[in-house]
């Protein structure tokens, strides 16, 4: 009987398989061609790759499999936002959202199985860490969704269960697959990639070049208090948070992104205002106000208009500027922060 191949093609960027095209003594222009099959044509075949030398064909078929995901469950909230739960070979289960806006659908995908840095509003991190979830396991969740959907993926963004840059090799490859022009071509600025903040994965960022968009989960620019909010603020303060940003938006020359939970009582207070707006001044930024989504498994509750209004009030004193988010998929846990890693 023949042995099932030990590599999943999605797990390789266009770079990788033009490698794996030369070893074989052919041409490296021929992995755009699969890449234009994989990505474009939909083909998981080897053999309906016309175009490809035959005894490749044969080489890439006894060494490569083609993944997918399984569709476990699919929920459409009220305001049209849907989620995907989604199985893995090895049993564990990821959620994937959608979120359909008027002129663009934004896919919020996750990057790993659970999330080592358990932040203490977020439901992805509340049960650990399983593992990293693969190139192709990030990739296949656009793919499973956009091959349901008449309009299109226009957006990809790394919001989902796990610290994407914690899964940095994979979370990257994937980034080059999604923006490759013979692969799902989503262009350079359509693909965001968040981090609650790690400030070397960062730098190594800075140093790589890639052009990549930043989101950076905020919170609160008081040390204090994000890190009763961000275990990963012990490990990396704001100061040298900032520090990082700054050097990174000074290399890429595009605004990074801020996200800022708005909590009850908590980092909406007159002060907290005033600190963010020192913390943003010197960097080209959005700053993106998220009112927190009270859900069971945590103490925050979510401020109410008046809070808000107060809150974004100093921040327009002093000339910062906001778009305050409107919440998504909260009535079935697609929301910021609600996302499990597993069926509950
Ligand atoms: S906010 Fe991000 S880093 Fe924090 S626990 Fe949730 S998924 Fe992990």
């Given at each position: 009987?023949?042995?099932?191949?030990?590599?999943?093609?999605?797990?390789?960027?266009?770079?990788?398989?033009?490698?794996?095209?030369?070893?074989?003594?052919?041409?490296?222009?021929?992995?755009?061609?699969?890449?234009?099959?994989?990505?474009?044509?939909?083909?998981?075949?080897?053999?309906?790759?016309?175009?490809?030398?035959?005894?490749?064909?044969?080489?890439?078929?006894?060494?490569?499999?083609?993944?997918?995901?399984?569709?476990?469950?699919?929920?459409?909230?009220?305001?049209?936002?849907?989620?995907?739960?989604?199985?893995?070979?090895?049993?564990?289960?990821?959620?994937?959202?959608?979120?359909?806006?008027?002129r663009?659908?934004?896919?919020?995908?996750?990057?790993?199985?659970?999330?080592?840095?358990?932040?203490?509003?977020?439901?992805?991190?509340?049960d650990?860490?399983?593992?990293?979830?693969?190139?192709?396991?990030?990739?296949?969740?656009?793919?499973?969704?956009?091959?349901?959907?008449?309009?299109?993926?226009?957006?990809?963004?790394?919001?989902?269960?796990?610290?994407?840059?914690?899964?940095?090799?994979?979370?990257?490859?994937?980034?080059?697959?999604?923006?490759?022009?013979?692969g799902?071509?989503l262009?350079?600025?359509?693909?965001?990639?968040?981090?609650?903040?790690?400030?070397?994965?960062?730098?190594?960022?800075?140093?790589?070049?890639?052009?990549?968009?930043?989101?950076?989960?905020?919170h609160?620019?008081?040390?204090?208090?994000?890190?009763?909010?961000?275990?990963?603020?012990?490990?990396?303060?704001?100061?040298?948070?900032?520090?990082?940003?700054?050097?990174?938006?000074?290399?890429?020359?595009?605004?990074?992104?801020?996200?800022?939970?708005?909590?009850?009582?908590?980092?909406?207070?007159?002060?907290?205002?005033?600190?963010?707006?020192?913390?943003?001044?010197?960097?080209?930024?959005?700053?993106?106000?998220?009112?927190?989504?009270?859900?069971?498994?945590?103490?925050?509750?979510t401020?109410?208009?008046?809070?808000?209004?107060?809150?974004?009030?100093?921040?327009?004193?002093?000339k910062?500027?906001?778009?305050?988010?409107?919440?998504?998929?909260?009535?079935?846990s697609?929301?910021?922060?609600?996302?499990?890693?597993?069926?509950?």
């Amino acid at each position: 009987m023949k042995n099932s191949p030990p590599f999943d093609i999605k797990d390789f960027t266009r770079s990788e398989l033009a490698v794996i095209c030369k070893e074989q003594k052919a041409p490296a222009f021929h992995a755009g061609q699969i890449f234009e099959w994989i990505y474009k044509k939909g083909v998981t075949d080897f053999r309906e790759m016309s175009n490809i030398p035959k005894t490749l064909a044969s080489y890439l078929e006894d060494k490569y499999y083609f993944s997918l995901l399984k569709t476990l469950k699919r929920e459409k909230s009220k305001d049209l936002t849907e989620k995907f739960l989604f199985g893995l070979s090895d049993g564990s289960a990821i959620e994937t959202v959608l979120i359909p806006e008027e002129r663009r659908r934004t896919l919020c995908v996750s990057s790993q199985a659970g999330c080592k840095f358990a932040c203490s509003f977020c439901a992805s991190g509340a049960d650990g860490f399983i593992r990293n979830l693969s190139t192709s396991e990030i990739v296949n969740q656009f793919l499973s969704v956009n091959g349901l959907l008449e309009e299109k993926v226009t957006n990809v963004v790394f919001m989902g269960v796990g610290e994407p840059l914690d899964n940095f090799e994979n979370v990257l490859k994937a980034v080059d697959i999604l923006r490759d022009e013979k692969g799902i071509n989503l262009g350079k600025r359509k693909v965001v990639v968040s981090t609650c903040g790690i400030v070397p994965a960062i730098r190594r960022l800075t140093e790589l070049h890639l052009g990549i968009r930043l989101s950076v989960s905020l919170h609160s620019a008081d040390d204090g208090k994000r890190l009763r909010l961000m275990s990963v603020n012990k490990l990396y303060n704001t100061a040298s948070l900032i520090r990082a940003l700054k050097e990174y938006v000074s290399k890429e020359g595009f605004p990074v992104t801020f996200e800022y939970v708005l909590i009850k009582g908590f980092n909406t207070n007159p002060d907290d205002a005033r600190k963010l707006s020192m913390f943003v001044r010197g960097v080209p930024y959005k700053l993106n106000l998220i009112p927190y989504n009270a859900n069971p498994f945590f103490e925050w509750q979510t401020p109410s208009k008046r809070e808000i209004q107060e809150f974004t009030g100093i921040l327009r004193e002093k000339k910062v500027f906001y778009t305050l988010r409107r919440r998504r998929g909260d009535d079935i846990s697609a929301a910021c922060g609600m996302l499990r890693f597993r069926a509950v």
